[in-house]
């Protein structure tokens, strides 16, 4: 049988018609078993159940506020799930009523599963046979510290597998950052005002924090993925485990601030969160109106300027939550139509974690001078500073990523050291001003070996 090739729509994939470059053959990608969407579909069902578990407990004790909010966040989380797999695979275009049914019957993660699995399934069963329709893809890889341009050939089964797997990946941060971060300060409060932890509460808890964990460590994959779509990346097991470490500590330690904060203040802390959110919120908005640049009209085809306006302030609401919590490992721009700045952009995190560790630490101090109804078995001043200790260990874990275990850390124009050394070099007396350019261009010139 003829093979049919055709050329990828992603505008990212270099065309294959020029032959100026040195191409490498490299192997055919093999299929591999989706355990990312068969987890990511534990999660989604183990925390929906778990959530509409505890509704039913708080409508049982007559705890309506509880049971309220419990249920919105559980709600509006699944929803934008729902939307999210609807709009990454097109289905509004297709044929497809029981998919669409079971969307919204919020169960539409667990058919989306089932088809991957059989997708995989059929390609496990005609392993070793060529597929008449194949797709040419090239990528950049750093082999030695050199740029090595690869080509192989992904067949239509394989792309549609792994678009199932970006879709997954897109959901868990839907529903890490909108669902489970509120779902899991939430539960944290309630347990804290309540004294009491019960074990379907204690279930909840576990599956949202696994959730926002990993949600942000695909965050970090898939800003490196975004920033850097021209290569393939391959991250090992010891960077994985960084990030890990540290975006779980990262965001354990800024969830109980927060919520010792809100327990401490009680009703008065929520203008203040409300007021923080609001920044993150309109930062990119404001930037783009400053800028003066027109909405982008080409972010999806088919799409009026409404349905671009939706999906910005729906990637604005995510950027936010984000933020919210942790740091995003990308800068938002509303004006460009990748919608995000692929720059490195080290003043960006360097400002994120000075004005979120400001926070922290004036949230922790009226949690420890004004807390004295909270916690009274254990020392307050003690609990503050691992809270603080746990947050910095995290952007150490973060600082150690960036300079030793980035897959692409030769890429960059400078390192971490460089930049902090740069920023130093300004505080010094103007007396030099020579050396001082000089001494930072050099650094600047630099790049990590």
């Known amino acids: 049988m003829d093979r049919v090739y055709e050329m990828p729509e992603d505008p990212s994939v270099d065309q294959v018609s020029s032959l100026e470059e040195d191409v490498i053959r490299g192997a055919n990608p093999r299929f591999t078993f989706p355990f990312g969407i068969l987890f990511s579909t534990f999660l989604y069902c183990g925390e929906a159940a778990s959530a509409l578990y505890m509704v039913r407990i708080y409508r049982k004790n007559n705890e309506s506020y509880w049971m309220a909010y419990t249920f919105s966040f559980f709600m509006f989380s699944s929803i934008m799930v729902q939307l999210t797999l609807v709009f990454v695979h097109r289905d509004l275009a297709k044929d497809k009523p029981l998919s669409l049914f079971m969307h919204l019957i919020l169960l539409g993660p667990v058919i989306r599963c089932l088809e991957a699995m059989i997708k995989y399934l059929t390609l496990w069963k005609k392993e070793g046979q060529e597929e008449p329709y194949v797709s040419l893809t090239r990528k950049k890889m750093l082999i030695n510290g050199e740029e090595v341009l690869i080509e192989w050939e992904v067949g239509h089964s394989i792309r549609t597998l792994a678009m199932h797997r970006n879709a997954y990946k897109r959901m868990s941060q839907i529903q890490a950052f909108l669902g489970s971060v509120p779902q899991l300060t939430y539960q944290l409060y309630v ?14 808890m576990v599956f949202s924090l696994i959730s926002v964990t990993y949600g942000a460590t695909l965050c970090n994959m898939l800003a490196m993925q975004i920033k850097y779509d021209e290569y393939k990346i391959r991250l090992g097991p010891l960077e994985v485990l960084c990030i890990t470490i540290w975006r779980s500590l990262e965001i354990t330690s800024r969830l109980m601030i927060l919520v010792l904060f809100s327990a401490t203040l009680k009703l008065k802390a929520v203008p203040f969160l409300l007021l923080n959110f609001l920044i993150i919120l309109f930062e990119p908005w404001v930037k783009f109106w400053r800028s003066g640049a ?6 999806e085809k088919n799409f009026s300027r409404v349905g671009t306006l939706v999906v910005l302030i729906s990637v604005t609401v995510l950027y936010a939550g984000i933020n919210f919590s942790c740091w995003s490992a990308m800068q938002l721009r509303l004006a460009d139509r990748e919608l995000v700045d692929k720059g490195q952009n080290w003043g960006h995190m360097g400002l994120h974690y000075s004005v979120r560790l400001v926070e922290n630490v004036i949230m922790v101090l009226v949690f420890n001078f004004f807390g004295v109804k909270i916690l009274l078995n254990y020392c307050h001043s003690l609990i503050a500073l691992q809270l603080i200790i746990a947050y910095l260990i995290s952007i150490g874990f973060m600082l150690l990523f960036f300079q030793y275990l980035h897959p692409l850390r030769s890429l960059f124009t400078h390192n971490v050291v460089d930049y902090l050394h740069c920023v ?16 930072c261009e050099a650094e600047a010139r630099q790049s990590i070996v």
């Open 191 to 204: 347990t804290l005002i309540s004294a009491e932890v019960p074990l379907g509460r204690a279930v909840l």
């Open 294 to 299: 027109q909405m982008p009209s080409n972010i």
């Open 424 to 439: 130093c070099c300004h505080r010094h007396p103007q007396g030099r001003p020579e050396n001082l350019q000089s001494s």
